[in-house]
């Protein structure tokens, strides 16, 4: 199969590697030749250093490099079977890469995206047959991140759908499909995470290194929510978090935190400025939580019921089925365990109870329980995860 790639940044360096590696003869384009460069001498390391490891061997590494050709001119994917998308977030700029692109092509090629935030149905409207366009949205680093959430526009054709649903699984990907809607399942599902963290801190519960040590120590998370903020990037973080609350038409589940704003404002990014919840300069002393185990429990039970009920609704409102919506935040974002997985685990009634207390103490719309955790818990039923 013929696989275009489109923009060689972070994204679409590590998603050819991935076709590459799957056997695909593979075209990457970029408007720079300095990003050609970078991603051909960055792809030699990293296979290299896969050598070293002993993961693969010599021959392993000639024949996915053998697979890649980096070329000057989009008009160059005219044989992909299968284009995939990852240059800047913006729709005007897509749009018309697109319209060219689809001026080259054949009828049949599917064109896919990999845009974290822009909705497929508005990229799919700029072709004159929108039918074969499907947003692909990998998790960074692609090659090592099994995740792949498949995102049918409302134009998309069923047979689109199940091609890229196979040539997803083909790639040794686990792929998850999802509504077009913003954040589509983890960067919806997973607001909550650093949303209520913040919202820990700001009411002066605990400190960063304690809510961190919580979510780590006690709930078996990899990083706690300010860690990885920082790692993240407190820039890109925030600008998600905002994306997403503005296209939800400001519902306050959703809402950004001036102390996020605020570190981003000043340059604290996170680890790539130096400086972020966290200071990471040289001698710099590493923060000590508090480690009171029942203050602990408490912040873990917020942030995780928190986590469960946007779970619980984005399975309410179709945007998944329950097993994607727990393969999603266990492959795309390493949780530690399916959050309905979680729910079945501590309860439904659990859930229902934690959610009212909050909304009994705040008495805001930020707290209201999913109606699918009410009605599954009057009738004492579990997720089915199968
Ligand atoms: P990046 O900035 O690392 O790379 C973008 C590349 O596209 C650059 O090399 C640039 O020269 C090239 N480019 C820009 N305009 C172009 C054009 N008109 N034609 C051809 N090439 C062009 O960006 P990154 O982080 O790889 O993101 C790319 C896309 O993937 C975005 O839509 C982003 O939302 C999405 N994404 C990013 C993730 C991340 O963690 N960085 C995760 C998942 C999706």
């Known amino acids: 199969m013929n696989v275009g790639i489109i923009g060689c940044g972070t994204m679409g360096s590590g998603i050819a590697q991935v076709a590459a590696t799957a056997d ?3 075209m990457v384009y970029d408007t720079k030749q300095e990003a050609l460069d970078t991603s051909k001498a960055k792809l030699e390391k990293v296979l290299s250093r896969l050598i070293e490891k002993g993961r693969i061997d010599e021959a392993e590494k000639n024949r996915i490099q053998g697979n890649i050709s980096y070329v ?4 160059d994917l005219a044989n992909a079977n299968l284009t995939i998308e990852a240059i800047v977030e ?3 700029i897509k749009r018309k890469v697109f319209q060219e692109l689809e001026s080259y092509q054949s009828q049949d090629a599917i064109i896919a995206s990999n845009t974290s935030s822009l909705s497929i149905a508005s990229i799919a409207a700029s072709l004159e047959n929108s039918e074969r366009v499907i947003g692909v949205h990998f998790f960074n680093p692609a090659p090592l991140m099994p995740l792949v959430e498949i995102i049918p526009a409302i134009q998309t054709s069923e047979e689109v759908k199940n091609k890229v649903v196979q040539i997803i699984s083909d790639w040794k990907k686990v792929g998850v499909l999802a509504k077009d809607t913003p954040g589509f399942i983890v960067n919806r ?17 605990a ?9 780590e120590e006690l709930g078996g998370f990899r990083m706690g929510p300010f860690q990885l903020m920082d790692f993240i990037g407190n820039d890109v973080n925030y600008t998600v978090t905002e994306t997403v609350f503005k296209e ?40 000590t939580p508090k480690k009171d185990e029942e203050l602990g429990q408490e912040i873990l039970d917020r942030v995780l019921v928190m986590l469960i009920n946007e779970a619980a609704d984005a399975l309410f409102l179709n945007i998944a089925t329950a097993k994607d919506i727990d393969l999603a935040m266990t492959k795309g974002v390493n949780y530690p365990k399916g959050l309905l997985a979680w729910a079945n685990e501590k309860g439904i009634d659990w859930c229902v109870n934690k959610m009212d207390a909050l909304y009994n103490e705040y008495h805001e719309d930020r707290y209201r329980c999913s109606p699918l955790l009410r009605k599954m818990n009057k009738e004492e039923a579990i997720f089915n995860l199968s």
């Open 72 to 75: 000057n001119s989009l008009k």
């Open 207 to 215: 400190d960063f290194a304690t809510i961190d040590w919580a979510l």
């Open 24 to 26: 695909c003869s593979v």
């Open 189 to 205: 599902v997973a607001r909550p995470f650093y949303g209520e963290a913040l919202r820990i801190y700001e009411e002066g519960k």
């Open 90 to 92: 913006n729709l005007e």
């Open 248 to 287: 939800f038409y400001y519902d306050p589940r959703y809402k950004p935190s001036f102390t996020q704003k605020r570190l981003a404002e000043a340059g604290y990014l996170g680890r790539k400025s130096g400086k972020g919840f966290y200071d990471y300069g040289e001698d710099s002393k590493k923060a």
